[in-house]
């Protein structure tokens, strides 16, 4: 089994290299040190990559960069991005049971996690040590994303999916994987990784697709068709189904994710149970030489009216509702409808609260704040309230109670996120409508300039 752990760098680049690069306090000595000690991008990275602890740095991987450049690379895209400032990096190690991998092993699942949890966004390496009995990975992670300048947030969710993705490999391999229980601090990681699929958009469409393609497939091959068609790439481990869609690096393994009816079997039985004759249907006569039509073909009788004008704009359009009856939305498709039922549900806000200036927005969200607050006190007094109860059907009413104003909670918190949205996109909107009205006169003054021009060369 592995056991996974993350924390940040936050100090200057050039700090205790002296002690890092020293071979007598670095070679051997990982159960003697924490490694919260270690807290530069360069003292992690000359930890990490020793070669006293991964043979000669045969066992490292560098993850959109290179080994030997790595720090210089990582320097570059904080500049690039003006963020070299705060966290500088974040320093994950996992660790497996005693002899129960090889290095070769251990290697391959720690770059696997690191594709799979940070390799669409980050600069990442990856060695494996081999200086004590239990086998190693460290991971150095650059806090700011190459891809959009975006700085990775290390809460909760994401240790969860670390676990997670880091047991799903595990598995994969054949290896012993620790059984999710609550924390000494009550903490319950399987209940934020729960959180972070429904929040996932990523998570979200592939269950949608998974979905389309068992409703849409006649036989079990067909199925696995379809989810090319839609761009992902399907992969076998374990005898599990695991799907990614570009540019996407993270597998999801359908059956952990979405439950056990999405298992190989399960999916089989739900394509037979919705065709149980399905051998039994005729397949149409094919023809392999040409058709001719008797007669004469301006004698055919043409539509007209309302008919052939549908006809006519299906013509110009090119649609045709018989070839696209299973018409799937593709992932950006559905990013813009969502964003579209995001503007709408803005609006509507908009209207019942008759929001027209920011200072009413202000006045709102000053409101809704009171009220969270009292509300929040409510609950307080609720839970307060059912520590001192002993009777299980009076605990049981309360605990009912503090559902319901827990919902309230959230839906006060919402219209208060909706007075923040609605008030940045106002600025934003007043923007776009004065650079919008800046070109239009730079365009008419342009246009009168020209006039002129051709009346002096008349």
């Excluded at 895209?77 to 002899?99: D, P, R, W």
């Excluded at 958009?201 to 696995?224: N, Q, V």
């Excluded at 000053?366 to 307080?380: C, D, M, V, Y």
Aim: proline share 2%; hydrophobic share 30%.
């Amino acid at each position: 089994m592995a056991t996974t752990k993350i924390w940040k760098v936050q100090k200057r680049l050039d700090h205790v290299i002296n002690y890092a690069t020293n071979e007598e306090k670095t070679r051997n000595n990982y159960s003697k040190h924490g490694m919260d000690e270690f807290d530069s991008i360069r003292q992690v990275m000359t930890y990490a990559t020793n070669p006293d602890k991964t043979e000669k740095q045969f066992y490292t991987t560098g993850i959109n960069c290179e080994i030997k450049d790595a720090v210089k690379q990582m320097q570059f895209v904080k500049t690039f991005y003006g963020k070299e400032n705060g966290i500088l990096a974040f320093h994950a190690y996992q660790s497996f049971t005693e002899g129960e991998v090889t290095p070769k092993i251990a290697h391959e699942i720690g770059v696997k996690l690191a594709e799979e949890m940070w390799g669409d966004r980050f600069q990442v390496v990856v060695s494996t040590h081999l200086n004590t009995q239990h086998l190693h990975n460290h991971f150095v992670i650059n806090s700011v994303s190459f891809k959009d300048g975006k700085k990775y947030y290390s809460n909760l969710t994401n240790t969860a999916l670390l676990r997670k993705i880091s047991d799903e490999i595990c598995e994969e391999y054949g290896l012993s994987v620790l059984k999710e229980k609550i924390c000494k601090s009550g903490i319950n990681f399987e209940n934020f990784y729960k959180k972070s699929m429904r929040d996932s958009d990523y998570y979200k469409f592939a269950k949608e697709d998974i979905d389309y393609a068992i409703e849409h497939s006649w036989t079990y091959k067909e199925f696995l068709k379809k989810l090319k068609e839609m761009g992902y790439e399907v992969y076998f481990r374990a005898n599990k189904i695991s799907v990614r869609m570009y540019p996407h690096k993270r597998n999801i393994r359908i059956e952990r994710a979405f439950g056990e009816e999405y298992s190989i079997e399960n999916i089989k039985n739900k394509i037979c149970s919705r065709y149980p004759s399905r051998e039994e249907v005729i397949k149409p006569k094919t023809y392999d030489k040409r058709l001719f039509y008797k007669g004469i073909a301006k004698k055919l009788r043409k539509p007209k009216g309302i008919i052939a004008l549908y006809y006519y704009y299906c013509y110009l359009l090119k649609v045709y509702p018989k070839k696209n009856l299973n018409y799937k939305l593709t992932p950006k498709m559905r990013a813009e409808v969502k964003k579209m039922d995001k503007y709408s549900e803005q609006i509507r806000f908009i209207c019942k609260y008759k929001l027209e200036t920011i200072n009413d927005i202000d006045n709102l969200k000053e409101q809704k704040k009171e009220e969270l607050q009292k509300t929040l006190n409510t609950r307080n007094r609720l839970y307060y309230k059912r520590q001192k109860l002993d009777n299980e059907s009076e605990k049981d009413a309360v605990t009912k109670d503090i559902i319901n104003v827990t919902d309230k909670i959230k839906k006060i918190r919402k219209q208060i996120k909706y007075c923040d949205e609605i008030f940045t996109r106002s600025l934003e909107m007043r923007e776009q409508v004065k650079n919008l009205e800046e070109k239009n006169i730079q365009e008419q003054k342009k246009v009168k300039s020209k006039k002129k021009d051709r009346k002096y060369e008349r």
